[in-house]
């Protein structure tokens, strides 16, 4: 079965620093790679994600992130964040199985921003 | 395009009552998703509908939690009775055709407590 580990519960970074975020996840086959972010009080919206082809996939907000997969990693990236970064960040593996498709999510790491 | 609806946003009810969440997909989206996240966790999978047809039911509390989809459009998730342990946002998510060139949209989600 597929799992997602997000080593880091919580992380914070001064407005206009660089920004990593890591994802190591666990699955037999090529994978689906997404990572999602959550406002408070808000549900979930796509940043990018990862099929196949380049490693390094561009996603929205400036967002970035890199397949690696000797290391079994997808960590976000991002060179420059912003006080509106601030939210909850999910990263999650989708596994095809007989033709039905699903997500399996980490645990999140919440993102603080301090001026 | 309007997004996945969800109602309602907020309930709290006791122990061992009932609560009934409603969502309504994006129009047209074939894959309808129910997933529970726990405070502190990331969300997980309770069940899967294509059209009106569950492909995947297999994390859902079968004793107390049942799902419909009736007519593959709307879905109703019910809880009967409720457990201190349902405490949680209830996320709807819906997809057209499949990750490759499509991504699973989320409603902002129901929030419940149980006291």
């Known amino acids: 079965a597929q799992s997602v580990t997000q080593p880091d519960i919580h992380i914070t970074v001064s407005e206009g620093a660089s920004l990593e975020l890591r994802c190591n996840y666990s699955y037999g086959a090529t994978p689906y790679l997404f990572w999602y972010v959550q406002s408070p009080g808000q549900g979930l919206q796509l940043l990018l994600k990862y099929f196949s082809g380049d490693t390094l996939v561009q996603g929205i907000k400036g967002f970035e992130a890199e397949f690696k997969r000797s290391q079994s990693s997808f960590n976000l990236r991002k060179p420059s964040v912003h006080w509106s970064d601030a939210a909850e960040y999910f990263c999650?593996?989708?596994?095809?199985?007989?033709?039905?498709?699903?997500?399996?999510f980490g645990t999140g790491t919440r993102l603080t921003i301090i001026p | 395009e309007a997004g996945v609806a969800q109602s309602p946003r907020y309930k709290i009810i006791e122990k061992r009552q009932s609560v009934a969440f409603w969502c309504n997909p994006i129009?047209?989206?074939?894959?309808l998703y129910w997933y529970q996240q726990i405070l502190g966790q990331g969300p997980k999978l309770l069940i899967q509908f294509q059209n009106n047809g569950v492909v995947d039911d297999s994390q859902l509390p079968k004793d107390r939690f049942s799902a419909e989809r009736l007519k593959g459009v709307d879905s109703t998730l019910k809880i009967q009775p409720a457990k201190l342990e349902d405490s949680a946002v209830y996320l709807c998510a819906s997809s057209s055709q499949g990750f490759e060139g499509n991504t699973i949209y989320f409603g902002e989600g129901s929030w419940l407590t149980v006291v």
């Open positions: 999650a593996v989708g596994a095809r199985n007989f033709g039905n498709e699903k997500l399996t």
């Open positions: 129009s047209g989206h074939a894959t």
